[in-house]
Structures are given as C-alpha cells and as structure tokens.
C-alpha cells in the first residue's frame, strides 16, 4: 500500500516533466501493477492534485466510484444518488436554490458544482475543517441534519448487503481492492467515489483554448477578461489560478491561507448578521469577524449553474453582477431586510468594486468562455447504467 502511494506521488511530480522530456514514464510503469496504473490527463495549466497517500488513484476504483456516484440503492430508502442533486450538465450542480434530501428536508445550502474538486483545499461553502472528500462525504452519507442520502446505524448494513447482492459490484470491488478479503465496505465506497470525483476535471473551455492559442475571443469577452483580471472589478483576488479559486492546491503549491469572505449578501441587525444556520465559518467558529465569510467557489462552468451564492437566492449572472457593482445587496423588506452593503464584516474589495452596465455585460460574456462543453456531456462522467 504504502509503495503504490509512493509511486503515485512521483508520478504527481513527473506529470509536469513528461512534457519536457518523458524521463520520467518507463520507472515508473514498472513500479506499478498495470491494473493499478493512473495516469492524469491534465489540461494544459493543470499541475497534478494532491492525492490522500492511503487513497491513491486507480482505474478500477475510478470505475466503481462512477457506478456508486449513480446508485441509489446507497441510499437508506433507496431514493436517492449523489448524481440527483449533483447532475452533470449542470455541472454537478441541481439548478435549484436548495436540495432535498431522500426523505424529503431540505439543505441549508445549494448543491456545489462538482468540478477540479481534487484541488479544493476545503469542502462545502464554508467549512474549513473539511480538507478531503473522503471526510466531506460522510455529510451526504450520514448527515442527519438535514438528512440527504439518509444512512445511518438501522440500515448501514442493509446498504452493503444490497451491494454484496449484485454480481457486478461483486467483481468492481475485488477488482478495486484486491488486497482486502471483505471490499465491500463503507471505507472502501468512500475511496472509490472520492477517486471518481478526483477524476471529474474541467479544463477544456473555450478560455483554455483561447490560451493555448486555439481560438479567438470576441470583443465583448476580451474587455471582459481585461475586467475580470484588473483592479476595477477585482474579481480575480479570489477568483484567481487555473481553477477560478483561491482556494485552489496542488502539488505545486502551498496555501498559505485558507481564505473565506463575507461579499455583504445580508446585514440582518445593522451589525453584520446573516440569517441562523448559514452564517458562514461562523457557524463553526463562533468569532465575530467570521460571520458571513464563504468560500470563493470555482468559476467554471459558472454560466450553467444557476441560481448562485450558499444560498441560492441570486437568480442569474446578470443579478450577481448588478449585486457586486452595488458592493453588496440591500433587502428592502421581509425578514431578511437589511443593507448587506454596510456589513462592518464585508470584504473591503468588494466595496472597490466599479461597474457600468456594459462592464457588467462584458464580464458575464467573459464568463460564459469558461463554460466546457465536452465536460458536460463526457461519457466517462455520464450515468454508466445508460451506457
Ligand atoms: C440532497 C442533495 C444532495 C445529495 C444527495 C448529495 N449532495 Fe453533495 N452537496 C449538496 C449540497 C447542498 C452541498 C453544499 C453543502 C454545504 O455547503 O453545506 C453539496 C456539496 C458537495 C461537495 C462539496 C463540493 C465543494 O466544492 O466543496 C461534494 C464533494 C459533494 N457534495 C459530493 C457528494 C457525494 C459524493 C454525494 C453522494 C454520496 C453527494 N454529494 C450527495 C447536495 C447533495
Ligand atoms: C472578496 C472576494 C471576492 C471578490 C472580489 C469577488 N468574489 Fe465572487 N464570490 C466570493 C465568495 C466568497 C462567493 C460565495 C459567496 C456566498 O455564497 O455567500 C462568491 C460567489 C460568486 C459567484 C457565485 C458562485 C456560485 O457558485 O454560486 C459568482 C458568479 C461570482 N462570485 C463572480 C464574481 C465576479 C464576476 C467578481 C468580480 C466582479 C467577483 N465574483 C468578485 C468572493 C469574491
């Protein structure tokens, strides 16, 4: 276990060099059983994620997670996939402002696009404490609060029994985890489809082939770039790297700092406040300067996933534009009401921000080169039961 880590982790290294010469291939090959070979096809720009070493990545549990990421006998009751609130031509997101769960609660939040999720340096909107997707699943999985897929103590066992069931995740799991005499497991499905996810990269955009050279951009979306990445709109200070993030990691670099902000969506009391249960890492925190801080999420494929924000309550690109030109939203009336744009905790680039309406419009069409079209509609990442 430990060797094939190690043989990972150098190739995580060598995927940047092989560019350069291919030095690295022919040891590695040999190091590795061909059944455990992974190889990262990155896009240009891409340096290779960080990999948990006790999870490394293989194709066999790539191909098992892809089945269980579409399986809804992994649920409790049996209704529900990870893939109905996270579907693929909408980035893995559900185009709603919350979720349900499989016994009908809703989620706090809104479903998160499932994208370069492998360089996240943390999990969901706004939680600092969860650093991989193995420990972010366990939300899904066994969250009761609310409850999504809804497996908890009663029916834990009846899950994998259903899996232990079925000739064809008999084979996936012996073939994924050939050292282990019982696979099916709750260890074993976490790995898996956190492998499938390490796997779901987004990195052809019109934008990606715009840089390499391969198209033009029109006028609209070059003023717009020019916006995007100047200190007029300062979108990139945390929207920034290949991946649209600042929180972005991989093996190339070190984050200094796990990085969340508060963008002035609410000022409930005139003191900063957000509404209960989605106040940010204050939530977990508990400190002043912490209410209303998100994570920066990723920008791909942003023109797909509407509505926007932890929330869900901006409808459209054009609304969150208007929102950041304004420097933060005030609600006029209802129990929200409140000027988000006075929050004393708003991030001081935000109040910077200065925008035209045609500014607006120029950013929204340099948006929608960042949306990826072979990513959408892969079969790779599409349900392998319609296959
Ligand atoms: C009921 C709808 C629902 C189901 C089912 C669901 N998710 Fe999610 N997912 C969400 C929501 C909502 C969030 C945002 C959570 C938050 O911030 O609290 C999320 C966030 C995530 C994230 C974080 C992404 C990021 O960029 O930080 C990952 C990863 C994820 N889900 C994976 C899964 C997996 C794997 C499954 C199946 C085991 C699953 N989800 C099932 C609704 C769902
Ligand atoms: C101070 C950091 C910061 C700056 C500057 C900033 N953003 Fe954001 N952005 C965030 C955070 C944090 C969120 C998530 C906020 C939330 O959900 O409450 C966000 C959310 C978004 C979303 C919605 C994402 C989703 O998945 O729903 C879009 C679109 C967006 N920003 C675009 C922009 C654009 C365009 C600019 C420049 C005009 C910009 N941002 C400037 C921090 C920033």
Sequence with gaps: MKQSARGWALRGVCTGLVLLGGLCLAPLQAAESLQDSWQWRLPAGFAAPVVPADNPMSQAKVELGHYLFYEKRLSGNGKLMCASCHIQRLAFTDGLPVSRGSTGEYTARSAQALMNVAWNASYTWANPALTSLETQMSVPLFGENPVEMGVNDSNKQRVLQRLQADKRYRRLFRQAFTQDAAPISWRNIIRAIASFERSMVSGNARYDRYL????????????????????????????????????????????????????????????????????????????????????????????????????????????????????????????????????????????????????????????????????????????????
């Design 212 to 387: 390499q050279g391969r198209t033009r951009l029109t006028a609209a979306e070059l003023r717009g770039k020019a916006l995007f990445f100047g200190e007029k709109a300062e979108c990139f200070h945390c929207h920034g790297g290949f991946n649209f993030s600042d929180q972005t990691v991989s093996v190339k670099t070190r984050l200094e700092e796990m990085l969340f902000h508060n963008t002035g969506l609410y000022n409930l009391d005139g003191k900063g406040a957000f509404p209960e249960g989605n106040r940010g890492i204050y939530e977990l925190t508990g400190l002043a300067e912490d209410m209303g801080k998100f994570r920066a999420t990723s920008l791909r494929n942003i023109a797909v996933t509407a509505p926007y924000m932890h929330d869900g309550s901006l409808k459209d690109l054009p609304s969150v534009l208007a929102f950041y030109a304004a420097g933060g939203r005030k609600i006029a009336q209802g129990k929200y009401q409140g000027d988000g744009r006075q929050n004393p905790y708003k991030s001081e680039l935000i109040g910077n921000i200065d925008l035209s309406r045609r500014e607006q419009q120029d950013i929204i069409a340099f948006l929608g080169t960042l949306t990826d079209p072979q990513f959408l509609h892969q079969r790779a990442l599409a349900d392998p039961f319609r296959r």
